[in-house]
């Protein structure tokens, strides 16, 4: 007998966090930085584990999360096209060795202060089990905000995917869109990574946007499919994991992959197709 | 109606190198200036900063009456939205969704502004332009998946569907074959001749220049070292200086082109 009261959060929150994942990442992949992902992931992992180590509950542990990241992710906007190589995914690589090593300074500090590390060890892993109602309540108000966020600014976002020089040259104010859009990611990522976690993150974000950029062309049909294919991913690995004991995550994980060999094997047979 | 471009005393370096310096250049309305020189001679350079892409250590820039090294963010993308720019290259990777039309779009959606969407005569105008230069065909192809040739003339269009005041071209031919090249000198041609557009072309290759460009700006070294006609710019002996004893320019028709001298002077006169 499924117990609907303590899965139903479960499902909508996979539901949720692979459709604004999906959503996000059809920007994330087309800019070429998916270790944004992981980069913001392990900032709010380091904001989280030194608010626990001022003394903050394991439930106000996503106000300092999501500062870290809000500033990691501005820190981007403002240094990547300044970096030495003029590339985001330079600055990211600096970001992301100076968050981890927070990080790890931050966890090393919990046995030399004598208090627990397990609230924060927690959120290193995430544990789309857990889910509960609160979650999902959070997961919603990010997936609307982005959605309503790609749909005020969709043809500027369209631009930037292009290349953020060219759509500045172009009138497009890009110091505006960027910098919102590397904010709301910020929240989306962290909000969704105390849940899921930084693995599942980082491939709801990348898979399901390369899996659509294979078998579609166009901003909105890769937006539809990208959104579908993390929701369905999500969904459909929370079910197979449930049927077979496997783990949820990484089921939802190796699914996502699936999709994207599956796709890339699709658009290889297309191209054949074509030439003969 | 002022120039739509002037520069006065730039500056703009890079470490211990001088990228630009110009004391004066003035763009008038509605002429079709060449500007040209050696690779690192500062014409890229110079197409940048007029955007307000590249800053600048001293000097002022005025873009259709505004300067642009002083403006705030929005009053910047309120004067480039009066622009069309075409830059070096824009290839596109596989993983980029957009096709050419939408690449096209892109050319107006400065224009449109902020919370207000394309409407259909953006659309239709953008349709048109893809029409003009025979890209109707691979609308909705992936950008990546096109030429380089059919990558030049789509940013050509995108330059042009805003309905822009001026145009800055960055080597609009680079890596183009010949015919690909001609096409663009063509259009180019019909633009000037057709709308009387503001036109600033930076190319390598004389060849390029359109018969309706009565003026040559040459650098060097971050400097205009000849600004005039394209013939009297060109001569002989600057060519050789600039490129080498063994080429010479040919002018014919009021179009140009760089030779070996051997062939200019196996040439019949």
Redesign the interface.
Known sequence: MIDFGFWLPVALGGLLSGGSSGLLGVYVVGMRIPFLAVCVAHAALAGAIFGALAGLAAEHLTLPALTAAILTALALGRVADRSPAGDANVALGVLFSLSMGLAFLGLGLFPVLGRSDHDVRALLWGSLALCRWRDVGYMAVVAVALGLFVLLFGKELRALLFSREYAAAAGVRVGLVWALFLVLAAIALTVNFQTVGGLMIYSLVTNPAVAAALLVRGHARVIFVSVGLGAGVSLGGFLVAALTDLPTGATIVLLSSAWVGAAALWQRRRVRCRAS | MSAPLTASNVRITAGDRTLLSIDRLTVENGTLVGVLGPNGAGKTTLLRAS?G?RPVQAGRIELLGADITRCG??ER???????G?V?QA?V??G?????LR??V???C????G??R??VAADWRSVDAWLERFGLTPYR????AHLSGGEQRRALLA?ALV?NPELLLLDEPAAHLDLAAREQIVTLLSELHVERGLTTVLVCHELEVLPAACERVVLLAEGRIIADGLPATVLSGERVAALYGPGLRAVHAGGRHAVVPAVLAEAAPP
């Open positions: 955007l892409l963010p929005a993308a309120r004067l480039r939205c009066r622009v720019y830059p824009l596109g990777h993983l980029l969704p957009l096709t939408e690449v779009a892109i050319g959606t400065g224009r449109a902020l919370f969407p394309l909705d192809e992936l950008y995108a805003g």
